[in-house]
């Protein structure tokens, strides 16, 4: 039986009790909540469950591996020289509480089955004097570039990780869309429901757009909302677009506009890994010199820094492959207003 500690609240069990016995694997974690020997005040959990200080979690008999005994300080993260010095080229913004990235294009926030070069996992190297390692607080996809907010202390994580459950941040992403979204702004609302994949680990799993009538009777299905402005168009074959997401789901953006008829650019779970677009819509792939990488970028993200309580606006560079695409379409980043969706407020 472990007592959560003063300042170990808010934080959800797998990410706690990694800390505490980092030769776990997430999938052990995920079994132990599932057959129920993880408990907390007797009650079943999941991995995702939320710890709260003072309660007390029941943790089952751990396998032992070579070195899991040592303090934690003592354990030499496996991080090469030139994984450390990419990860820090990345950094936008640092102070004694927050840090953010600006996330590269393929690289995952958090290891899985296949996963074992990720943000979580460099943030070793993201220290910069600080006792312990910064903290997740939200993720991007793997594929998704851009602001990748962290937080260097227990309470800056509490803080911010509550402004992103509760939606008080603000983030506005940039995309290269197939066709031209009209109207030019507007707003998307459906709900969202993950399909089953296939195979034992969930292979091709994804999210389905349900109509807004339909939500309430389709189970799992949750409400999705987002705001998304035209900036720049090349005739009609694509668009320059930015997006608000009002709402959190798993892959919101790329279905709003899959199902809008204008998949983003590389898409291939959603917009059809071999289908060209040749105008007006539909087809994730533009041909030519244009990229076949996912073309979705958070440019911008506002959020208030959790001691000083002053609005904190950060914002990320294209990664290579969109600038090169923007090159292309005689596009530059400076073309574009910080907040396109004033009208819309």
């Known amino acids: 039986m472990i007592t959560v500690a003063e300042g170990e609240g808010d934080q959800r069990f797998d990410r706690w009790i990694k800390r505490k016995f980092p030769h776990v694997s997430q999938g052990r974690i995920e079994k132990m909540c599932r057959k129920g020997e993880a408990r907390v005040d007797g ?4 991995a995702s469950t939320r710890l709260e200080e003072g309660q007390q979690v029941r943790v089952p008999p751990l396998p032992i591996t070579e070195g899991a005994e040592r303090p934690v300080a003592e354990r030499k993260p496996r991080i090469s020289p030139a994984d450390a010095e990419m ?4 950094v936008i913004y640092r102070d004694d509480h927050v840090l953010a990235i600006n996330k590269p294009s393929g690289l995952p926030v958090q290891g899985g089955s296949k996963q074992t070069r990720h943000v979580d996992g460099l943030a070793e190297a993201l220290k910069f004097g600080a006792e312990e390692k910064p903290r997740l607080v939200h993720r991007l996809d793997k594929d998704t570039s851009g602001v990748l907010v962290m937080a260097r202390t227990r309470e800056a994580a509490k803080e911010l990780t509550a402004a992103f459950r509760h939606r008080a941040t603000r983030k506005i992403y940039w ?3 197939a066709g031209v979204p009209t109207p030019y702004l507007g707003e998307i609302k459906t709900g969202l429901v993950k399909a089953p994949g296939h195979g034992a680990g969930g292979e091709g799993e994804k999210m389905i757009a349900v109509h807004p009538h339909d939500i309430d009777s389709t189970p799992g299905a949750k409400r999705a909302h987002t705001l998304y402005a035209t900036l720049y168009r090349v ?3 694509a668009a320059w677009v930015a997006m608000e997401p009002l709402t959190g789901r798993t892959h919101q953006l790329r279905v709003h506009m899959s199902e809008m008829g204008h998949p983003i650019a590389g898409d291939g779970k ?15 792939q533009m041909g030519g010199i244009i990229s076949k990488k996912l073309h979705l970028h958070a440019r911008r993200l506002v959020v208030e820094q959790p001691v000083t309580r ?20 005689g596009w530059t980043e400076d073309l574009a207003d910080d907040d396109p969706f004033e009208d819309l407020k």
Do not use: F
């Open 235 to 237: 005739a009609s074959r």
């Open 87 to 90: 990860i820090q080229s990345c």
């Open 175 to 177: 995309a290269l869309v």
């Open 43 to 46: 009650g079943r959990i999941k």
């Open 270 to 284: 959603y917009g059809g890994s071999g289908q060209e677009n040749l105008g007006d819509g539909w087809g994730a």
């Open 310 to 329: 002053k609005p904190l606006e950060l914002v990320a560079e294209l990664p290579d492959h969109m600038k090169a695409s923007w090159n292309t379409l």
